[in-house]
């Protein structure tokens, strides 16, 4: 395989392709972050306390059913029409959360503008496997991740500053005439005639199942907010999350169950297999999310209470994660052969002994330590991803390349999800629903990160599988 240098992103007609993309993801990414910064001010001003976390609750699930809905829209209308269908919603969706009168306005603009984001995503990813030849394609997945880790930088000051102002609704405001010229960029620059004519129906059933599972899995965050009216016993609260927790696993294992026999599949074939590459790749990327949720959740607690750490230098601790995950992405980018299996193998190993390092001194090291492991942890996550992903592009069965590229934003997003509910039950059962102090906060980031050392751990072991499996004549590793 021929090396290419970053150059090549904007060579032969390419440059146009990169800077759209870029800003797509981009724009979705910078939403992800803005919203925390708001809510106490969005509260004070539309009222909605108790609904406090319901705004990025659904702005994630709507994103997992925009980002599953991503291949089969593409696949009806086309790259062209498909993508710019999805800026059209997110703009629609930022415009009505800048003009939101009652928090009911605001979770459903936030719904729409969380299912536009997901679209553009999913297809982003899908055209990245289409737009780009394998040899460059670790370097657009490394210029995305910086992407990511920039907007983990600016999200949170673009939302400090307008409500710092007072105006909160400036923090969207200030983004539509981008979306918007970002939507018309697309329909000019991306390629038309990809629709499949007579092709099937949407998948409406799957990504209705889909997305009720992943809302009773994010709903298990937000339970209090629902149940304090009922005064429901903790015992009967705890019950009810755990219910809730299982009927997410099973909607969304039905959701692959159907999908396995569908003519307009949202996944490609045995995406959770652990016998093929590409399953083992996909639980990867599905546990690598969870990791680095838990770290996100419980982190700036632990900084705040055990520490005394400010709201604001807890938040940018996290963001250590974010910026180490695209220095690893930059620093790799240009692996080849037995370095590229190094990272894919190196990365979880160096952020299961991070995250375990991190579990037994989140108490007791100094704040700048545990940032230190926290981006070490961001490091690994981000040196094996960048390769895991262009891996599961190029082993892709035929036929399904794009759908195997469209797919990986669910797939992680489901990780997240997941990642959230179970991180919240175990907090939970380890004493923090009794109340923030510091014996709470110390058990629950503890048990919480201690569990969380199984999801590299595991994601070991299948990297190993991975980098010793027999390739196809048409793949390279």
């Known amino acids: 395989m021929q090396l290419s240098g970053w150059k090549d992103l904007f060579r032969d007609g390419r440059g146009a392709f990169t800077v759209i993309l870029n800003l797509g993801i981009g724009l979705h990414a910078i939403d992800v972050f803005v919203i925390s910064s708001v809510m106490p001010t969005v509260v004070r001003d539309i009222g909605g306390a108790s609904f406090y976390a319901w705004p990025t609750m659904l702005y994630m699930v709507a994103s997992i059913v925009g980002a599953a809905s991503g291949g089969p829209l593409k696949a009806a209308l086309g790259a062209r029409k498909g993508y710019a269908l999805g800026g059209l919603l997110f703009l629609a969706g930022s415009a009505g959360c800048g003009g939101s009168p009652t928090m009911l306005a605001l979770l459903i603009a936030r719904t729409l503008q969380g299912y536009g984001g997901g679209l553009l995503l999913a297809q982003s990813m899908g055209l990245i496997g289409e737009l780009y030849?394998?040899?460059?394609?670790?370097?657009?997945?490394?210029?995305?991740?910086?992407?990511?880790?920039?907007?983990?930088?600016?999200?949170?000051?673009?939302?400090?500053?307008?409500?710092?102002?007072?105006?909160?609704?400036?923090?969207?405001?200030?983004?539509?005439?981008?979306?918007?010229?970002?939507?018309?960029?697309?329909?000019?620059?991306?390629?038309?005639?990809?629709?499949?004519?007579?092709?099937?129906?949407?998948?409406?059933?799957?990504?209705?199942?889909?997305?009720?599972?992943?809302?009773?899995?994010?709903?298990?965050?937000?339970?209090?907010?629902?149940?304090?009216?009922?005064?429901?016993?903790?015992?009967?609260?705890?019950?009810?999350?755990?219910?809730?927790?299982?009927?997410?696993?099973?909607?969304?294992?039905?959701?692959?169950?159907?999908?396995?026999?569908?003519?307009?599949?949202?996944?490609?074939?045995?995406?959770?297999?652990?016998?093929?590459?590409?399953?083992?790749?996909?639980?990867?990327?599905?546990?690598?999310?969870?990791?680095?949720?838990?770290?996100?959740?419980?982190?700036?607690?632990?900084?705040?209470?055990?520490?005394?750490?400010?709201?604001?230098?807890?938040?940018?601790?996290?963001?250590?994660?974010?910026?180490?995950?695209?220095?690893?992405?930059?620093?790799t980018a240009g692996w080849r052969g037995a370095a590229e299996r190094a990272a894919i193998v190196g990365g979880p190993l160096l952020a299961l002994l991070s995250m375990t390092a991190l579990t037994l001194g989140v108490a007791t090291f100094p704040p700048l330590l545990t940032c230190a492991l926290t981006g070490l942890v961001g490091f690994g996550i981000g040196a094996s991803n960048l390769h895991l992903v262009a891996l599961a592009m190029r082993i892709a069965e035929p036929g399904y390349e794009s759908l195997t590229a469209s797919s990986i934003p669910t797939i992680r997003s489901l990780g997240i999800s997941f990642g959230a509910a179970i991180a919240g039950l175990i907090a939970n059962l380890a004493g923090l629903e009794a109340g923030i102090t510091v014996a709470t906060v110390e058990a629950a980031t503890t048990w919480v990160y201690g569990a969380t050392i199984l999801a590299p751990a595991v994601s070991l072991v299948l990297a190993v599988r991975v980098v010793r499996g027999r390739p196809r004549a048409t793949e390279t590793l």
Not at 223 to 233: F, G, N, Q, V
Not at 287 to 303: D, K, Q, R, V
Request: charged fraction near 10%.
């Open 133 to 331: 030849p394998p040899e460059l394609r670790t370097r657009i997945l490394a210029l995305v991740s910086s992407v990511w880790g920039v907007a983990a930088l600016i999200g949170p000051l673009i939302g400090g500053i307008a409500a710092e102002f007072g105006w909160w609704r400036g923090a969207f405001w200030v983004t539509v005439p981008i979306i918007a010229a970002f939507a018309a960029g697309a329909w000019r620059t991306l390629p038309s005639a990809t629709a499949v004519l007579g092709g099937p129906i949407f998948p409406i059933r799957r990504i209705a199942l889909l997305a009720t599972g992943v809302l009773c899995a994010g709903v298990t965050g937000n339970l209090e907010d629902i149940a304090e009216p009922l005064r429901l016993p903790a015992s009967a609260l705890l019950a009810a999350k755990i219910v809730l927790l299982l009927a997410a696993v099973a909607l969304v294992a039905q959701t692959f169950r159907l999908d396995r026999a569908a003519a307009n599949r949202l996944f490609p074939p045995r995406p959770l297999s652990m016998r093929t590459r590409v399953g083992c790749a996909y639980w990867i990327l599905f546990l690598f999310s969870m990791t680095h949720t838990s770290i996100g959740l419980y982190l700036p607690l632990a900084l705040q209470e055990l520490h005394g750490v400010t709201p604001l230098a807890a938040a940018y601790a996290i963001a250590s994660l974010a910026v180490a995950w695209t220095l690893a992405s930059f620093v």
